[in-house]
């Protein structure tokens, strides 16, 4: 992702979590720390960005910072495409763990994560601006640089 594609991406950012969405400002910050502790993707369909994700890395464990995809674009493996981008990248790291956050409400997310082997780790009360809870995840890595 490039400061280019910000307009296309905090479009969907605005559409997919109206309640949650970072401002432009967060989303340029995020991209200033490219690629020293940063790593954010976005999928195609043709000359359309439809998905973006992004990982935060530092020492041995990774964040999840955001991942989405437009809602006429899901279930068709974007999402997964990401994900497995996000998660190569921080076996590339060397990173031993990969954390995120999703809303309790979001099942189709906690769903595709579980499949990805993320195990969940808490739950934060409240997080959410609407009062929503997280649930915290973690995938452990093996240390192969393959993230299997």
Known sequence: ??????????????????????????????????????????????????GYGGLAAAADQADIQTIAVLAGHRRSGIGAALMDALLAEAARRDTEAVFLEVRS???PAQAMYE???????GVRRRYYEDGTDAITMVKKLDGRGDGA
């Open 1 to 50: 992702m490039t400061m280019d594609d910000l307009p296309a991406v905090m479009k969907i950012e605005r559409t997919t979590f109206p309640a949650d969405a970072w401002s432009e400002s967060m989303m340029r910050g995020e991209l200033n720390d490219q690629p020293r502790t940063r790593y954010y993707v976005v999928a195609c369909v043709g000359d359309a960005i439809v």
């Open 105 to 107: 409400d979001n099942e």
């Open 115 to 121: 499949r990805f082997g993320f195990e969940r780790l």
